[in-house]
């Protein structure tokens, strides 16, 4: 990157870019300190590197082969001058004679020749008043952009991601976990070390285990050096299939592909969702707050709200039939995160035993999962609250029930009649906890809904009819024949998943439902049939 000596260093480091003498720099660096490292610590070397050929050049500029052009001065035809204000340009004085300007006094004009410029140009000399003849001090904020700790608070981040993606297309330097080592220094780990690291993680339950652990078992010469053993191990595990990379930010914890559960490798049917993008512009603003409020996975809203210690949420059918928890935009804070690995495994605990048990963050396809058995043992019925928050070690997050004692509540119930139409009834059911009276929903016979839904998806139902005979069976429970926008997504997502967008686009896009206050809706029969 050339800069000139009139550039700013503030606009240095706005348009700085990584090009090929810095990722030179970077191998023989690496090759150098022979440890592996991170985008930060390169990313500090490289300031450094730049901020001394910055010193270095404006010492150059401070000590010019010409005589510095100033106002002031008093120059002779054939002298040679440097004018700062015109990015350093170089000038011969061709020309000499008094100037004219009653107001300024006497001073002479001198005719310059810019060999490279096409013409002569004209400045001011002997003129004792003018602003040239006090070059401008550096900037207070470019004095700050002097030494790397400045330099990567005002632009570690812009810089660390150019670094990034330069590395990613050289072949030179592997990563894994965020740190990078050249490839050529790479221990080569064989089939064996390979199968003995697969034996380990076998007797482990597959695991997590932690890369040293697998170290002790896995003999690796002894010429080399504990961070390099450990680096190369982590990459031929890295591209090996039968290892996944499991830790949170980190830390690197290994486990064997084919013991984790299909759940977390696959995304389970009850939570697949391939709809289109879907048009806010006519939600009302209630819509679109109640749609904050349901964390829904799916939900492609930002939440400009400061993260929250604790979390409580209401189960739709689909999690509380995989066993698993929405990986909302309030629920991720909670859970750990990762710098590349698309699964986490972590661990959960019981808020009311203590007791612990695995969990998995399946961070693309934005859910958690391994609560089935948890939420069986306290009979968490649909509609459900479960209260997450962190808990008191690294990687773990905390669940707990809200109104944990047994009862039988009239709630509303899910019917299946013979010819398989999903209707709703109000019942008296058997529920552990305390839930939303807006989206609990009773279950007789779990087996039976999934034969519903796998035969909604093999017949494609169109969503439209879905919703309005959902909302038409719904209506029928209260007198007014009203229907809460929160009621229809729960109960639509019995039969197939959809996020609360898709159905509240059904209510007001449809001539049939109308507003009545407060999020409820009626149906309309005579507009039955109209688009």
């Known amino acids: 990157m050339t800069v000139s000596a009139t550039l700013s260093t503030d606009t240095y480091w706005a348009n700085f870019d990584v090009e090929d003498p810095d990722i030179d720099f970077i191998i023989n660096y690496l090759l150098e300190r022979e440890v592996p490292l991170t985008s930060t610590e390169m990313s500090r070397a490289l300031v450094e590197r730049h901020l001394k050929r910055l010193e270095k050049e404006a010492k150059a500029a401070r000590a010019p082969k010409h005589d510095i052009y100033l106002p002031k001065g008093s120059y002779e035809v054939g002298q040679k001058l440097a004018f700062p204000a015109l990015d350093n340009m170089v000038g011969e004085v061709v ?119 697998l170290l002790e078992h896995v003999e690796l010469p002894s010429n080399l050096s504990p961070q390099l053993a450990e680096f190369s191990l982590n990459y031929a595990l890295q591209e090996d299939q039968r290892f996944d990379e499991v830790g949170p930010a980190g830390e690197i914890l290994w486990f064997l592909h084919r013991l984790e559960p299909p759940e977390v490798q696959f995304v389970p049917p009850r939570l697949n969702y391939d709809g289109e993008p879907i048009d806010r512009s006519r939600f009302m603003p209630e819509l679109i707050e109640l749609e904050g409020r349901l964390d829904d996975e799916l939900s ?191 109960a639509v997502n019995v039969v197939n998943r959809q996020p609360p967008a898709a159905v509240f686009q059904e209510l007001v896009t449809r001539p049939y439902y109308e507003h009545v206050g407060d999020l409820y809706w009626r149906f309309e029969p005579t507009a039955w049939g109209k688009s």
């Open 95 to 213: 020309g000499q004679r008094p100037g004219k300007n009653p107001d300024i006094g006497a001073f002479e004009v001198i005719e310059v020749d810019f060999e490279d410029n096409g013409r002569n140009r004209e400045f001011a000399a002997g003129l004792e008043d003018h602003a040239l003849n006090n070059p401008p001090e550096i900037k207070a904020e470019e004095e700050a952009l002097q030494t790397p700790e400045s330099v990567l608070e005002h632009y570690g981040d812009e810089i660390e991601a150019r670094l990034e993606a330069r590395l990613e297309q050289t072949d030179e330097i592997v990563r894994i976990a965020w740190k990078w080592f050249p490839r050529a220094l790479v221990a080569d780990i064989n089939e064996g070390y390979l199968n003995l690291a697969e034996a380990v993680l076998d007797v482990s339950s597959g695991g997590p285990l932690p890369t040293q652990d």
């Open 300 to 490: 492609e809203i930002e939440l400009n709200e400061p993260p929250e210690d604790e979390v409580t949420i209401s189960l739709i059918f689909p999690h509380w039939r995989v066993g698993a928890l929405p990986l909302s935009e309030r629920l991720k804070p909670l859970f750990p995160t990762a710098y590349e690995a698309p699964r986490i495994r972590f661990v959960l605990v019981d808020g009311h035993s203590g007791e612990t048990f695995p969990g998995w963050v399946v961070r693309e396809h934005g859910y958690v999962f391994g609560l089935e058995e948890w939420y069986r043992e306290y009979d968490v019925p649909v509609g459900g609250l479960v209260r997450v928050q962190k808990g008191e070690k690294a990687g773990q997050v905390v669940v707990e029930t809200l109104d944990r004692r047994m009862r039988n509540d009239w709630i509303r119930t899910v019917s299946v009649s013979e010819g398989s139409q999903v209707g709703f009834t109000m019942l008296k059911q058997p529920v552990g906890t305390a839930y939303d009276d807006l989206m609990v929903i009773g279950l007789v016979d779990k087996q039976v809904i999934d034969e519903v839904w796998m035969k909604q998806e093999k017949n494609k139902t169109p969503l439209d009819y879905t919703v309005a005979t959902i909302f038409r069976d719904l209506a029928k429970l209260t007198p007014q024949g009203a229907v809460h926008a929160q009621t229809l997504y729960a």
